[in-house]
């Protein structure tokens, strides 16, 4: 894999975490491909396009740490763990994606994610 194909994957999937809090449709309109597909945290819950872009509200900010990006040709596998603040208290989530693109000259398209939640981080807020 490429320096540059991996940074452009990690700049994308931390602009996920932002476009999600900020319920930022353009954004995910131009990412997501025609038949995506996501996997809620629950596990029983499953998104098409529409269902995702629709569910779409403003949120608390994430904070997305890659764990490992692994490139097949123009497909690519990103895993990430991404922490937000929720009603329970701060909460952490691997999320594991799925991207394609036609030519190494075109752009990236999430073709499906999968969200796990991990642990719970905090219970009660921070005084800072």
Same mark, same amino acid.
């Given at each position: *894999? #490429?320096?540059? =194909?991996?940074?452009?994957? &990690?700049?994308?999937?931390?602009?996920?975490?932002?476009?999600?809090?900020?319920?930022?449709?353009? !954004? !995910?309109?131009?990412?997501?491909? /025609?038949?995506? +597909? *996501?996997?809620? /945290?629950?596990?029983?819950?499953?998104?098409? %396009?529409?269902?995702?872009?629709? +569910?779409?509200?403003?949120?608390?900010?994430?904070?997305? %740490?890659? &764990?490992?990006?692994?490139? !097949?040709?123009?497909?690519?596998?990103?895993?990430?763990?991404?922490?937000?603040?929720?009603?329970?208290? %701060? *909460?952490?989530?691997?999320?594991?994606?799925? !991207?394609?693109?036609? #030519?190494? @000259?075109?752009?990236? @398209?999430? =073709?499906?994610? =999968?969200? &796990?939640?991990? *642990?719970?981080? +905090?219970?009660?807020? +921070?005084?800072?």
């Amino acid at each position: *894999m #490429t320096l540059t =194909v991996s940074v452009d994957l &990690e700049t994308i999937n931390r602009d996920i975490g932002d476009a999600e809090a900020t319920a930022d449709r353009a !954004f !995910f309109d131009q990412l997501l491909a /025609p038949a995506f +597909s *996501m996997v809620r /945290p629950d596990g029983v819950r499953f998104d098409d %396009r529409a269902a995702f872009l629709e +569910s779409l509200t403003v949120s608390s900010p994430r904070t997305t %740490r890659i &764990e490992s990006t692994t490139l !097949f040709e123009n497909r690519a596998i990103v895993i990430c763990a991404v922490a937000k603040d929720g009603d329970a208290g %701060r *909460m952490q989530h691997r999320n594991i994606r799925i !991207f394609t693109r036609s #030519t190494p @000259q075109a752009a990236w @398209q999430l =073709v499906s994610w =999968v969200t &796990e939640p991990l *642990m719970l981080l +905090s219970s009660t807020p +921070s005084d800072s």
